[in-house]
């Protein structure tokens, strides 16, 4: 079993940073790709970033030049830095890890956190 906890949301101003973290917990080892998430109110989930075991990283376009994904050396921890914040990154994040490689797809990630909200105000 994995268990994933967020942390590092909060309120920013527009064209502010935040940076986000994901404490992984339990069978680690195999993991091999992990992700950053994310959903407003009245919104699908949509991928933001991942990172496999590898190191290579994917981003969405809306992100891509503001966010970098992260592990630390143990992978223990994934992290998120955000940059030049908008009020449309205003959403609730979560981090997602799995076996497979399903990148940005959602829908091929088996474990979660709890989710972090991020708002950002214009």
């Known amino acids: 079993q994995v268990q994933l906890v967020e942390s590092g949301g909060g309120s920013v101003q527009s064209g502010g940073s935040l940076r986000l973290s994901c404490a992984v917990y339990?069978?680690?080892?195999?993991?091999?790709?992990m992700g950053w998430f994310r959903q407003a109110p009245g919104k699908e989930r949509e991928g933001v970033a991942a990172?496999?075991?590898?190191?290579?990283?994917s981003y969405a376009d809306s992100v891509k030049g503001r966010f970098t994904i992260s592990q630390d050396d143990a992978k223990n921890t994934l992290y998120l830095q955000m940059n030049s914040l908008k009020p449309e990154d205003t959403a609730m994040y979560y981090c997602?890890?799995?076996?497979?490689?399903?990148?940005?797809?959602?829908?091929?990630?088996?474990?979660w956190g709890q989710g972090t909200q991020v708002t950002v105000s214009s």
């Open positions: 339990g069978y680690t080892n195999s993991l091999s790709c």
């Open positions: 990172i496999d075991s590898d190191g290579s990283t």
């Open positions: 997602a890890a799995d076996y497979r490689i399903p990148k940005l797809r959602s829908e091929g990630y088996n474990y």
